[in-house]
T-cell receptor
Framework: EPEVTQTPSHQVTQMGQEVILRCVPI?????FYWYRQILGQKVEFLVS????????KSEIFDDQFSVERPDGSNFTLKIRSTKLEDSAMYFC??????????????FGPGTRLTVL | AQSVSQHNHHVILSEAASLELGCNYS??????LFWYVQYPGQHLQLLLK??????LVKGIKGFEAEFIKSKFSFNLRKPSVQWSDTAEYFC??????????????FGSGTRLQVQP
């Protein structure tokens, strides 16, 4: 069964450093997402990406964040200058391009980011 | 904007007990509703979904949920839980057909602990 994969599973970084979190969505999916979950809090939407551009973003997704699809398989989230409050589990998800008004999002296992 | 409330934060049951987890959402229009499960150490997996039609939906592993539009609710049920159902359960909603937005809004989750 196809699945979304993410690397690394755990990333530790120093405050102010740049990190890149990587995801490989399901191969025939066209929508890609990033969500995050700060420990003990809700899963929160960050951004969605379609047709090589951002289609939606939340207020959390500020200028320090960026997303890219550098090739035909990877989807990355870059945090330019990490802050302590960026410590969270980051989930990638993907979905097909349904025209019926419904989309099921398939989630990856997550990358736990720890900012020291 | 949508919001989702899950009032049960932590539920402890014995095996074979019946389960009902509450989920209420706030949005007056047409919604897609989801229940995701996260087993310890694993990624979010879709349990079931409501898009339209029969408000009683059946998912995997014997779970079902009932959409009650008048109550803005989508409660998850299982007649007889097993130890292997120990996990965190997340309710989520989007209003794709009304808003064109694919982002999922999640509840805060309910941790279910089933004792053998």
């Amino acid at each position: 069964e196809p699945e979304v994969t993410q690397t690394p599973s755990h990333q530790v970084t120093q405050m102010g450093q740049e990190v890149i979190l990587r995801c490989v969505p399901i191969s025939n999916h066209l929508y890609f997402y990033w969500y995050r979950q700060i420990l003990g809090q809700k899963v929160e939407f960050l951004v969605s990406f379609y047709n090589n551009e951002i289609s939606e973003k939340s207020e959390i997704f500020d200028d320090q964040f960026s997303v890219e699809r550098p090739d035909g398989s990877n989807f990355t989230l870059k945090i330019r200058s990490t802050k302590l409050e960026d410590s969270a589990m980051y989930f990638c998800a993907s979905s097909s391009a349904s025209t019926s008004g419904y989309n099921e999002q398939f989630f990856g296992p997550g990358t736990r980011l720890t900012v020291l | 904007a949508q919001s989702v409330s899950q009032h049960n934060h932590h539920v402890i049951l014995s095996e074979a007990a019946s389960l009902e987890l509450g989920c209420n959402y706030s949005y007056g229009g047409t919604v897609n509703l989801f229940w995701y499960v996260q087993y310890p150490g694993q990624h979010l997996q879709l349990l079931l979904k409501y898009f339209s039609g029969d408000p009683l939906v059946k998912g995997i592993k014997g779970f079902e949920a009932e959409f009650i539009k008048s109550k803005f609710s989508f409660n998850l049920r299982k007649p007889s839980v097993q130890w292997s159902d120990t996990a965190e359960y997340f309710c989520a909603v989007n209003a794709l057909r009304d808003t064109g937005r694919r982002a999922l809004t999640f509840g805060s989750g309910t941790r279910l602990q089933v004792q053998p």
